[in-house]
T-cell receptor, first 112, second 115 residues
Framework: SQKIEQNSEALNIQEGKTATLTCNYT??????LQWYRQDPGRGPVFLLL?????KEKRKERLKVTFDTTLKQSLFHITASQPADSATYLC???????????FGKGTTLSVSS | DTAVSQTPKYLVTQMGNDKSIKCEQN?????MYWYKQDSKKFLKIMFS???????INETVPNRFSPKSPDKAHLNLHINSLELGDSAVYFC??????????????FGPGTRLTVT
């Protein structure tokens, strides 16, 4: 069955640094991958979607890469700010293409 | 303007009761979903509805039943509530009709506590 792993449950960095979050998957090859942000007590908010034929995608201070050979996506936040502190979820379509499977998330804390 | 709304925000009830959670989206999307997020923050798909038709149903007990009166609404009915049903339930919608290959918009969640 499909498996998604986000490398760490928590990541602490200082303001201004680049945060790098990892999402690994096994047992299948999804056509696309999505990243979401979730704040405490709120629903996930969509950030970026990257397709298998795209190596990299950017949106303001966010950058996502998708390496289908390594079966890995990296999510970068440059010039991080305390307001970036949240849980970031990686999501892939299931093999049937009917639903998203979410990773457990990485909680990022940016200290000033 | 709230894109995806859910009511109630909090729901506390006793074991054995039957309850419903309502969801509405004003985005004109074709597909709606219900997710369950447990105490370990793991978000898992329960159901999805496309044009009032159930298109997936993961390994969810049949005590849970989605009901869609129209394309903008997807309600979740839960019968004979159990302690293990305590979780946060999220409704979501997507513009895509065939598969979730587009972003999903989530509601604020309903925290269900079964005592």
């Amino acid at each position: 069955s499909q498996k998604i792993e986000q490398n760490s449950e928590a990541l602490n960095i200082q303001e201004g640094k680049t945060a790098t979050l990892t999402c690994n998957y096994t047992n299948y090859s999804p056509a696309y991958l999505q990243w979401y942000r979730q704040d405490p007590g709120r629903g996930p908010v969509f950030l970026l979607l990257i397709r298998e034929n795209e190596k990299e995608k950017r949106k303001e201070r966010l950058k996502v890469t998708f390496d289908t050979t390594l079966k890995q996506s990296l999510f970068h936040i440059t010039a991080s700010q305390p307001a970036d502190s949240a849980t970031y979820l990686c999501a892939l379509e299931n093999q049937a293409g009917t639903a998203l499977i979410f990773g457990k998330g990485t909680t990022l804390s940016v200290s000033s | 303007d709230t894109a995806v709304s859910q009511t109630p925000k909090y729901l506390v009830t006793q074991m054995g009761n039957d309850k419903s959670i309502k969801c509405e989206q004003n985005l004109g999307h074709d597909t709606m979903y219900w997710y369950k997020q447990d105490s370990k923050k793991f978000l898992k798909i329960m159901f999805s509805y496309n044009n009032k038709e159930l298109i997936i149903n993961e390994t969810v007990p049949n005590r849970f039943s989605p009901k869609s009166p129209d394309k903008a609404h997807l309600n979740l009915h839960i019968n004979s509530l159990e302690l293990g049903d305590s979780a946060v339930y999220f409704c979501a919608s997507s513009p895509r009709t065939s598969g979730p290959s587009y972003e999903q918009y989530f509601g604020p969640g309903t925290r269900l506590t079964v005592t």
